[in-house]
């Protein structure tokens, strides 16, 4: 079992900045790819972005590439996700996944919390 907690969510302007934390516990060293998802009111949940466990390979969604960073600590156990030039419609509760088999698509087998996004026009 791996256990997420996100963090780092908030209220923010539109054209603002937030970084978003998941740090992982428990049995990290089956982790492959860590990734992040979102999910807006009404709609489904939707990839964000992912990044390899061993060697840092990432992928992005289109509506986020140029605008989001994922990168990691191994020695931290932590992902993060930092959006800047941020958007009403990035407004969603952000879920930090873990898979232990896949990198793109990421194949989540473990999901943290959630931590709500709110971006203000």
């Known amino acids: 079992q791996v256990q997420l907690v996100e963090s780092g969510g908030g209220l923010v302007q539109a054209g603002g900045s937030l970084k978003l934390s998941c740090t992982a516990s428990g049995r990290t060293s089956t982790t492959y790819s860590m990734a992040w998802f979102r999910q807006a009111p009404g709609k489904e949940r939707e990839f964000v972005s992912v990044i390899a466990w061993r060697g840092g390979s990432t992928d992005y969604a289109n509506s986020v590439k140029d605008r989001f960073t994922i990168s990691k600590d191994n020695a931290k156990a932590t992902v993060y996700l930092q959006m800047n030039r941020l958007k009403p419609e990035d407004t969603a509760v952000y879920y930090c996944?873990?898979?232990?088999?896949?990198?793109?698509?990421?194949?989540?087998?473990?999901w943290g919390q959630g931590t709500q996004v709110t971006v203000s026009s």
């Open positions: 996944g873990a898979s232990t088999t896949t990198l793109t698509p990421p194949i989540v087998d473990y």
